[in-house]
């Protein structure tokens, strides 16, 4: 079974600065994808990133990127020019690819980090 | 266009009661999931849904509780007797394509359900 740990239950950064989400996490397939979801407190989970493990480059979207370690099984956001709306909890989460063995299509979630932005 | 909703979005219970959580996915969109998130907690899968066929029920924590989605679109989580440890904020998610072959799942707000 595959297994997600997120190992900071609470982060913090100052308006404007950068700050790192650690992730890892564990399988035994090769063909897999990894995912960052945003939870405001509103509880609607929003698609931050994504990444194809058969990407050796690092995906970015604006001031989100990954730095993903294949190897290491690590895979971490980092958030520049944090802004008050990026305050939320954040997930990574894992899903198997489609020629990965098993049930390819369910998310597996850590137990994601608070983010706190302060002005 | 209109996102994934749910309704009712908090539901307060007495033990023993039975409840109906309802998701109204994307329309067009194929594949339905549901998931648990216990306070603190990441969502864990309980359910999977491609059209009307119920691929995947592994993740029900009991036969209290029952999925449906009889007509490829709108999806009701029913729990019988329910008890305190069912006390949880319910997603629903959908997404275009078949399970396999999706890469984004789009996630409605949720149900809080508290039983006293």
């Known amino acids: 079974a595959q297994t997600v740990t997120q190992s900071q239950p609470e982060m913090s950064v100052q308006e404007a600065e950068t700050v790192t989400l650690s992730c890892t996490y564990d399988t035994s397939e090769s063909d897999y994808y990894l995912f960052w979801y945003k939870q405001p407190p509103s509880r609607q989970m929003i698609l931050v990133i994504r990444q194809e493990a058969y990407k050796q480059q690092n995906a970015t979207e604006n001031r989100f990127s990954v730095n993903f370690q294949k190897a290491a099984k690590s895979f971490s956001l980092k958030i520049s020019d944090s802004q008050l709306g990026d305050a939320a909890m954040y997930f990574c989460?894992?899903?198997?690819?489609?020629?990965?063995?098993?049930?390819?299509?369910?998310?597996?979630f850590g137990k994601g980090t608070l983010l706190t932005v302060n002005p | 266009g209109a996102g994934v909703s749910q309704s009712p979005r908090y539901k307060v219970a007495k033990r023993g009661q039975d409840v109906a959580l309802r998701c109204d996915p994307i329309s067009g969109h194929v594949s339905l999931f549901w998931y648990q998130q216990a306070l603190g907690q990441g969502p864990e899968f309980l359910t999977y849904?491609?059209?009307?066929?119920?691929?995947?029920k592994s993740g029900l924590p009991s036969d209290r509780f029952f999925a449906e989605r009889p007509e490829g679109s709108v999806s009701t989580l029913k729990i019988q007797r329910t008890q305190q440890e069912d006390s949880a904020v319910y997603l629903c998610?959908?997404?275009?394509?078949?399970?396999?072959?999706?890469?984004?799942?789009?996630f409605g707000p949720g149900t809080r359900l508290t039983v006293l």
């Open positions: 849904f491609q059209n009307e066929a119920q691929l995947d």
């Open positions: 998610a959908s997404s275009l394509a078949p399970g396999g072959l999706s890469n984004e799942q789009f």
């Open positions: 989460a894992w899903k198997g690819g489609l020629n990965s063995g098993g049930s390819n299509y369910k998310l597996t």
